[in-house]
Structure formats: structure tokens, C-alpha cells
């Protein structure tokens, strides 16, 4: 099984602060992917990366940005977190590059900004 | 951008009972169609999806619909269970510079009681 394994489940920071969320998976996916999961507004794509050290803005990169250092790690920086932040925020791996494969999901950190 | 709206927000049935969740979507250029269950607490994972080459697939008790022209896509689900409570996401990918961008509805959660 595809294994997708975020760092921190649950993170409470203050405004201001740099946030890093890290994402490992194992099944040597060349794809991987940031969500943030809202009520309401489902799920939207942060930023995605199909390749080490290559990144590509999603819908909504801003106040986001990301690093790919090695093909199994993604992580998510939040240079100064606020409070419109917070929320659920979803890793993802794939294996093919286009969007027509299954996505496989981490478990999620849910963020509160104070 | 693509757009896909997802209706109904909330839907209760009876266990037993047929669930029906529908969705729309803007870019007549979209091919691929997945759609996600979310369990209470746990990862988003694809239960079926569809290629805009097929009109319908099904796999048990659920099946999925494409209509193109109408551009839209819609999940059944038959001889509900009450395991089968969970957010539900349908999802349209469209190419956009040499990725297919995968666009999430807003979810439909669905309440199945015994």
C-alpha cells in the first residue's frame, strides 16, 4: 500500500510565524501535491510538484511556498502565518504526471493560526 | 478556469435507499472524472472515476455518469449501507500547460442511517 505520511496532525501557531509542514511518501512517486481542505470550498490546490526541485503554483500559492529536496519529501512553508490560514491541509502522491491517476492522501495536519 | 459545482450539499437517506450526488463542470476540455470518499477523520480516497471516452462505469453497488454535452457527471449509489457516510468530492481534470489540473467540488455529505 501507498503510504503517505504527513509530520504533525495538529499544529496551533501564532501570527506571524514560519510554519513547516512536511510530507513523505514511499511508493517513489514522481508527483506530489498540497491541499487545503475548507467547509464548503472542498478541496484547492496549493502548489504541486512533478519532479525534485520543480514546483508549480496551484489555485491559490499565495502566502505558500515549497520545497522538493529530495523525490520521497514535500513540504509546505508558511513564511509568516495568519489567521485566514487555518485550516486542513492535505498531502498527496501520484504516480503519473497528468492528473488522471489516483491521487493517495496523507492524513492531513490541521493548522490553527492565532 | 474550470469550474465544477457539486450538489447536494448535505443528503440523508435511509439505509437501503439510492443516493444520487451531481456534478458540473465548465471546460468542455476536461477528460478525466474521479470521485473521493472522505470517512470522518480519515484520508480522501477514489472509489471510481470515468474518461470522458466512457458514458458510465460502475463497480458494485456504485456507478458514475457522463453526459458531455451537458457537462456533467453524477455518482449513484445503490442499496445504501450505513458505512457508506462519508464527504463525497467529484473532481474534473483539465490540461493546462502540460498538466491536467485536477479541480475539486465542494463535497456532499452523505448520511446514511440504519
Known amino acids: 500500500d501507498v503510504k503517505v505520511t504527513q509530520s504533525s496532525r495538529y499544529l496551533v501557531k501564532r501570527t506571524g510565524e514560519k510554519v513547516f509542514l512536511e510530507c513523505v511518501q514511499d511508493m517513489d512517486h514522481e508527483n506530489m501535491f498540497w491541499y487545503r481542505q475548507d467547509p464548503g470550498l472542498g478541496l484547492r490546490l496549493i502548489y504541486f510538484?512533478?519532479?525534485?526541485?520543480?514546483?508549480e503554483k496551484g489555485d491559490i500559492p499565495e502566502g505558500y511556498s515549497v520545497s522538493r529536496e529530495k523525490k520521497e519529501r514535500f513540504s509546505l512553508i508558511l513564511e509568516s502565518a495568519s489567521t485566514n490560514q487555518t485550516s486542513m491541509y492535505l498531502c498527496?502522491?501520484?504516480?503519473?504526471?497528468?492528473?488522471?491517476?489516483?491521487?493517495?492522501f496523507g492524513e492531513g495536519s490541521r493548522l490553527t493560526v492565532l | 478556469g474550470e469550474n465544477v459545482e457539486q450538489h447536494p450539499s448535505t443528503l440523508s437517506v435511509q439505509e437501503g435507499d439510492s443516493a444520487v450526488i451531481k456534478c458540473t463542470y465548465s471546460?468542455?476540455?476536461?477528460?478525466?472524472f474521479p470521485w473521493y470518499k472522505q470517512e470522518l477523520g480519515k484520508r480522501p480516497q477514489l472509489i471510481i472515476d470515468?474518461?470522458?471516452?466512457?458514458g458510465e462505469k460502475k463497480d458494485q453497488r456504485i456507478a458514475v455518469t457522463l453526459n458531455k454535452t451537458a457537462k456533467h457527471f453524477s455518482l449513484h449509489i445503490t442499496e445504501t449501507q450505513p458505512e457508506d457516510s462519508a464527504v463525497y468530492f467529484c473532481?474534473?481534470?483539465?490540461?493546462?500547460?502540460?498538466?491536467?489540473?485536477?479541480?475539486f467540488g465542494t463535497g456532499t455529505r452523505l448520511l446514511v442511517s440504519p
Open positions: 498527496a502522491s501520484s504516480l503519473t504526471g497528468d492528473f488522471t491517476g489516483e491521487l493517495f
Open positions: 473532481a474534473a481534470s483539465k490540461r493546462n500547460t502540460g498538466f491536467q489540473k485536477l479541480v
Open positions: 471546460d468542455s476540455a476536461s477528460n478525466y
Open positions: 470515468i474518461r470522458s471516452n466512457v
Open positions: 510538484s512533478y519532479d525534485v526541485k520543480m514546483k
